[in-house]
């Protein structure tokens, strides 16, 4: 098989969380310019429908949901759309996330329990339902969880606090370890992205707070992420090219984690 052929999603089915917009959006471009037929979900309809308009003029065949992947009930729905759209689901990018700025000492449990539901809650409920329903009885699936650098290290002193997203992203990395254990003999593969810092509505409080230009010169390469950075990873976890990878955590940050 030619290396190009490799990456061919032609035929494959994608459901992609928070994909109205940022990351998600980028990655959901990638599958798509490869073949794959999408379903986008995010809470608010109006991005979506900005999405999968974007994603039709690029020729990419897209349908949208909307679903808060907090909560149990919508994850039901989103799964059922999605099967009766798709048929079945080969791959899916667990994107949504939420964070929250505060001090350890004073973090809102509310706060708290907000960001660990939609990025470990949700995640787990989401994953779950599309292994049990779709990709376990079709002895194939590409779970791809976006992660983060900060659930690989700490804050460095003066800069972040964001002692709920750092956790919730650090359960990620080892959900993605256990379930890729479990999940191998069925032909399902389980790897995460963590992203370094792309401008995003998510990032945009703190790159306001520090500076692009400041944030850039501690990473090795200069540079914060762009549009285009997440599309190769994502490709090579969504696609035969990475059919023998599973279990890992590939860091798209500039060389940030390497410092």
Do not use: C
């Amino acid at each position: 098989m030619a290396a190009r052929d490799l990456f061919d999603l032609t035929g494959r089915t994608a459901l992609i969380t928070g994909g109205s917009r940022g990351l998600g959006l980028q990655i959901a471009e990638a599958l798509g310019e490869m073949g794959a037929r999408l379903v986008l979900s995010a809470r608010k309809a109006e991005e979506l429908e900005e999405a999968v308009a974007h994603l039709k003029r690029m020729n990419v065949e897209a349908s949208w949901v909307a679903a808060d992947a907090a909560k149990g009930s919508d994850i039901t729905k989103l799964v059922d759309a999605s099967l009766q759209r798709l048929g079945h689901i080969d791959i899916l990018v667990n994107n949504a996330g939420a964070t929250w700025g505060a001090p350890a000492e004073e973090h809102p449990l509310e706060a708290w329990d907000k960001v660990m539901n939609l990025n470990v809650r949700g995640v787990f409920l989401l994953t779950q339902a599309v292994g049990k329903r779709s990709m376990i009885p079709h002895r194939y699936g590409r779970v791809i969880t976006v992660a983060s650098i900060a659930g690989l290290r700490g804050n460095a002193l003066g800069t972040m606090k964001t002692l709920a997203y750092n956790t919730s992203k650090g359960a990620l990395v080892n959900f993605t370890r256990a379930l890729a254990g479990e999940w191998g003999p069925y032909g399902i593969t389980v790897n995460a992205i963590a992203p370094g810092f792309f401008p995003s509505k998510m990032s945009r409080g703190v790159i306001e707070q520090f500076g692009e230009e400041n944030m850039a010169k501690s990473v090795p390469l200069q540079r914060l992420g762009d549009g285009e950075d997440l599309k190769g990873a994502a490709l090579l976890f969504a696609s035969r090219a990475g059919k023998h990878i599973t279990g890992q955590i590939l860091a798209v940050d500039g060389g940030a984690v390497a410092v």
